[in-house]
């Protein structure tokens, strides 16, 4: 019997050898998918149930026309029958079946059955034990060369009670299925007669029932196709508009509000979304407002503090005169020295905060030349009384044009090796190095290193890794300055330990495209 075969294939590591990545993909291909299962397994059932149906109204039919025969030929056969006996009611029996093609045979009280030619299929000899065993009508579907054949067997009883030939039969059903009515008529004949006959024409409507629902197939998920697209498209757009809107307030754009339109989930996902962004957009304009009184209030303590420092200077520089004169008690000496000290370190820091503040309102001024970098770091040096510093080497191999400003670079390197005379311990080594179009200045000491956990904070405001350098009497924004100032000349500062031992801090300049000449 021919099976119904799914028009669709899948491989056999998965429904889908390459899983689709985009949502769009995925949502079609799973609507597809269940639209396909659905029609499959609807095909599946009704062709099912037409089989079934088919092939019960064929078994019906046969069985009421062999019976039709029998109790219009048996009554008229002398028992018991002769194999010529036999042999003429197959005949006619078969000649009565007209269409059907009957092929009938007979037998009597369990010999072999005798068929009106030798052309006829041979009877399952499990229908003729069924027959003879239940003493009913039983059908058996079979296969014969090839085709499918449906097989009868109809015992005979007699009907009257003296014992005459009159006949009446009993009915049955397969031999994988319970008799629906046994021979009550009276005893048994023992005359079985069976028949067989070809189910060419019900197969061709089961072949045909196979062939519509294949056929269907493609056209149903052509058809699905439409809907699923639909579905696809109607889920899509907000994600899109979600997506977008995100895009929009990672970018800044705080103010950005969706329309959110429906009850379902998605338009609780977008009201969702507003709410968060309200939520930020208020929350961003409170920290602006913090940050902005917190820059203007240290600006304005820095610019507040400056004139009494000036004085402040004035009078400390009068007062260490008179302690290097050595008019003054040993005692008031030291206290002149201390506050001198502090004196100074406080206006460093006041400028150090006023600095800060013109990075954070980006009013630095930067004011670009062409130099050479060797040039800026043999003033740093001779500035700040480092030339001759035994201390501290300086390895200047070759020319090293940028394009910077010179202030600021010697900001930066006057705190690097300030900070590595300071933390670290000598030779505190200056290289300059030129590589393709960077220029790089590193400052590297044999001190202990900076602890991994303080690497990444090292160019944090105020931050100090006291833990593993001694306590200083710096504000914590040197590092931070310079930094700045490495950017504002297009330029990176880096921090890093030596394998050897020791902190490396890197200054990477873009190289200037002629050198400049050396003063």
């Known amino acids: 019997m021919r099976r119904f075969r799914l028009p669709l294939r899948f491989a056999a590591s998965g429904f889908w050898p390459h ?38 109204r064929a078994e019906e039919t046969a069985v ?34 007209g269409a059907r093609a009957w092929h009938a045979s007979a037998s009597y009280r369990g010999g072999e059955p005798v068929a009106a030619s030798a052309g006829t299929p041979p009877v399952p000899d499990e229908l003729r034990r069924a027959v003879q065993d239940s003493g009913r009508a039983v059908h058996q579907r079979t296969e014969h060369d090839g085709r499918p054949w449906l097989a009868l067997g109809m015992p005979v009883a007699y009907t009257d009670d003296s014992g005459d030939t009159g006949t009446d039969t009993g009915t049955g ?13 009276g005893s048994l004949s023992g005359l079985t007669v069976y028949a067989v006959f070809p189910l060419d024409d019900d197969r061709a409507d089961i072949d045909a029932l196979v062939t519509a629902a294949e056929a269907g197939a493609v056209p149903a998920l052509a058809l699905a196709l439409v809907p699923a697209l639909f579905a696809a498209r109607s889920v899509l757009r907000p994600v899109r508009r979600l997506r977008h809107g995100a895009e929009r307030i990672a970018a800044g754009e705080l103010d950005t509000r969706l329309d959110a339109a429906g009850r379902d989930e ?69 206290a002149v020295r201390l506050i001198s000290e502090e004196v100074r370190a406080l ?30 770091v043999t003033k740093t040096l001779q500035l700040r009384g480092w030339a001759h510093d035994e201390r501290l080497r300086a390895d200047l191999p070759e ?20 900070n590595a005379l300071h933390h670290g ?76 031992g020791g902190a ?14 050396t003063t």
């Open 399 to 418: 020319p090293a044009p940028v394009c910077v400003d010179p202030r600021r670079i010697d900001v930066v390197l006057g705190n690097l090796v300030a």
């Open 347 to 376: 206006a460093r820091t006041v400028e150090d905060l006023m600095e800060v503040s013109r990075f954070d309102a980006k009013a630095a001024p930067v004011h670009r030349e062409d130099v050479d970098l060797r040039t800026l």
């Open 173 to 185: 059903k397969d031999t994988g299925t319970d008799a629906d009515t046994s021979a009550d008529a």
């Open 425 to 500: 311990r000598p030779p505190v080594t200056v290289a300059v190095r030129v590589r393709g179009d960077l220029v790089r200045v590193t400052v590297t000491d044999r001190g202990p290193g900076i602890p991994d956990e303080a690497l990444p904070y090292v160019f944090d405001r105020f931050y100090k890794a006291d833990a593993a350098r001694p306590r200083s009497g710096g504000s914590g924004l040197g590092l931070a300055i310079a930094q700045e100032n490495a950017a504002l000349n297009d330029g990176t500062l880096t921090a890093a330990n030596h394998p050897d």
């Open 504 to 517: 490396v801090f890197t200054l990477t300049l873009p190289a200037a495209a002629s050198s400049p000449g």
């Open 19 to 56: 899983a689709p990545r985009g949502l769009r993909v995925r949502l079609v291909v799973a609507f597809l998918l269940a639209a396909a299962f659905g029609a499959l397994l609807t095909a599946g059932l009704t062709f099912h149930r037409a089989r079934a149906a088919i092939l019960d």
């Open 64 to 97: 009421a026309d062999l019976r039709t025969q029998l109790d219009s030929l048996a009554p008229d056969l002398t028992l018991p029958p002769t194999a010529q006996d036999l042999r003429g009611l197959t005949r006619q029996i078969d000649q009565a079946g």
């Open 266 to 334: 998605l338009a609780d996902l977008t009201r969702s979304f507003n709410t968060m962004a309200e939520t930020l957009e208020r929350d961003a304009a409170e920290l602006r407002r913090l940050e902005a009184g917190a820059r203007r209030f240290a600006a304005d303590v820095a610019h507040e503090l400056r004139t009494p420092l000036a004085a402040m200077a004035a009078v400390t520089e009068v007062l260490d005169e008179d302690a290097a004169s050595g008019v003054l008690p040993a005692d008031t000496e030291d």
